[in-house]
């Protein structure tokens, strides 16, 4: 491992709880601590826990930071009330990714942009760029705080049996709620932990398909929050996961991630994220050639697909074939423990993107058959 990784504050945590670290992003992380399909199972049955302290913290406030957020992003901020937050993504002027993000309105006039770990240093060089060029930068301050702050994900099935008992109490900023449980999704409060007191921003949402909580904090008040849902998820069945979870997790609901999906040649229209770019908000960077592409439709178009052939599980830079024609390439593949089949995400020509199409992919140099599907792949049973 490369002495140059950065570590989070849960560190130590990890090796202590046997977590096999890998190099992700620039990031020292846990890849898994039992197995994936263990902790993946445990996430879609109970409840797993997530070191996300690698993740990036921008906060932006002032009379304009509403504005310079409606230019920065595409989607809309302004119909974010306080305590809500959205998915959105950071276009170039020629439609491609900067990055995708979520964004929570905190206050009437502060925000808070949690960005991808591999992208920390790209995005906020482009933020900075793009600030010095606004004419009301003057009415706005900029913070990147991503080495100061943590944050912690916990997602399952029974992680609102306990968060109550982690944050008691009502929330104090953000949406008012009398507790943790009463936040819908794509709400975010300030609650205090229990018996240590720290101060954390609660969130409903997730990454992995199911209901759960993010926790954003201060890195030296995070191993707090971390030993305080592990003690009250233990009879719950909470267990730690790590990234490999999660990308089996996020890949059976297909959500995207940089460097997969999305990229600096790739747009939010080809990627099927067009429900996130709000054309109706006016101008912002890339508006023009977004709105082309939308018009014009997309030269590529990505797709979910199901292995039909039994094989190995596809996985990222396979090729995909319509018969003796290759027709594109696969950019995440894993093969899905709920489903136990090869499943995946794939870009193709638009003309093979309808559900049912037979393609095949490439796996170690044989073609096996698969099938477009609609998204997500896996749908939790109601």
């Known amino acids: ?11 130590a ?6 977590g096999r670290l890998i190099e992700f992003g620039g990031w020292e992380m846990p890849v898994q601590y039992t197995s994936i399909i263990d902790e993946h199972q445990t996430v879609r049955t ?5 070191d996300i302290c690698h993740m990036g913290e921008v906060f932006i406030s002032g009379a304009s930071a509403l504005l310079f957020l409606n230019h920065l992003l595409t989607n809309d901020a302004s119909k974010l009330a306080v305590g809500q937050g959205q998915y959105t993504q950071m276009s170039q002027e020629d439609g491609g990714t900067v990055d995708d993000l979520y964004l929570y309105r905190l206050t009437d006039k502060e925000y808070l942009l949690i960005i991808n770990a591999s992208r920390i240093d790209a995005d906020v060089a482009w933020m900075q760029k793009q600030l010095a060029a606004f004419p009301q930068q003057h009415l706005l301050t900029f913070e990147n705080r991503s080495d100061k702050y943590g944050a912690i994900a ?3 099935p029974k992680a609102a049996e306990f968060i109550n008992d982690v944050f008691p109490g009502g929330s104090h900023a953000g949406t ?3 507790k943790v449980t009463e936040l819908h999704k794509n ?5 205090n932990l229990k018996a240590t007191g720290a101060l954390c921003w609660v969130a409903r949402t997730g990454y992995t398909g199911e209901d759960g909580f993010e926790i954003v904090t201060t890195a030296s008040r995070i191993l707090e929050v971390w030993d305080t849902l592990m003690d009250a998820g233990k009879t719950h069945g909470l267990k730690p996961a790590g990234l490999g979870a999660r990308d089996t997790l996020r890949t059976e609901v297909c959500y995207p991630l940089y460097g997969h999906e999305l990229d600096d040649k790739t747009s939010p229209i080809e990627a099927g994220l067009g429900i996130f770019v709000s054309f109706e908000k006016g101008p912002f960077i890339g508006h023009d050639a977004l709105l082309a592409q939308k018009t014009k439709g997309p030269q590529k178009r990505c797709v979910a697909f199901k292995m039909t052939d039994k094989c190995a599980p596809p996985r990222p830079g396979y090729t995909v074939w319509s018969g003796e024609e290759q027709v594109g390439q696969v950019v995440s593949g894993t093969l899905s423990p709920s489903l136990n089949a090869g499943i995946g995400l794939a870009y193709v020509k638009p003309e093979l993107a309808k559900k049912e199409t037979v393609i095949q992919i490439d796996i170690r140099g044989k073609k096996f058959a698969a099938q477009v599907v609609g998204k997500p792949i896996y749908r939790k049973a109601v």
Do not use: D, E, W
Not at 46 to 50: L, Q, V, Y
């Open 187 to 191: 709400q975010i409060a300030t609650f």
């Open 13 to 18: 945590t990890h090796q202590a709880l046997n």
């Open 46 to 50: 109970a409840a797993g826990i997530f």
């Open 1 to 11: 491992m490369s002495a140059s990784l950065k570590r989070t504050p849960l560190y």
């Open 154 to 156: 916990v997602q399952g």
């Open 176 to 178: 008012h709620v009398h």
